[in-house]
Nanobody, 127 residues
Framework: QVQLVESGGGLVQTGGSLRLSCAVSGGTFSRYGMGWFRQAPGKEREFVAAFTWSGARTDYADSVKGRFTISRDNAKNTVYLQMNSLKPEDTAVYYC????????????????????WGQGTQVIVSS
């Protein structure tokens, strides 16, 4: 069974930075497609960042492009989300997600592609 545990959320002022971590256990992490999503109060969960199907590139939502960076350490079975220049509109619960079975091309922005999710970590950006 694949399990994901996020950490690193918290309260930060506008312009500040946070680094989220997602530790993954079970299976072969290096073969998983990984992504980050977020859900603000009263809103639907949305795509933030992910590795593309090939794993060779990264993709970001327009709202975070240039400020957030997704990375992974296969030796540590961990994926990260470095968040800089945070804004109040970044306030949300952040979730990491894993997709197994990545031999076929998939839409890395689609929530439905990911079978495994963490419990989420809260990020609050104060103005």
């Amino acid at each position: 069974q694949v399990q994901l545990v996020e950490s690193g959320g918290g309260l930060v002022q506008t312009g500040g930075s946070l680094r989220l971590s997602c530790a993954v256990s079970g299976g072969t992490f290096s073969r998983y497609g990984m992504g980050w999503f977020r859900q603000a109060p009263g809103k639907e969960r949305e795509f933030v960042a992910a590795f593309t199907w090939s794993g060779a590139r990264t993709d970001y939502a327009d709202s975070v492009k240039g400020r957030f960076t997704i990375s992974r350490d296969n030796a540590k079975n961990t994926v990260y989300l470095q968040m800089n220049s945070l804004k109040p509109e970044d306030t949300a619960v952040y979730y990491c997600a894993a997709k197994t079975g990545t031999l076929l091309v998939y839409n890395h922005r689609a929530l439905s592609e990911y079978a495994y999710w963490g419990q989420g970590t809260q990020v609050i950006v104060s103005s």
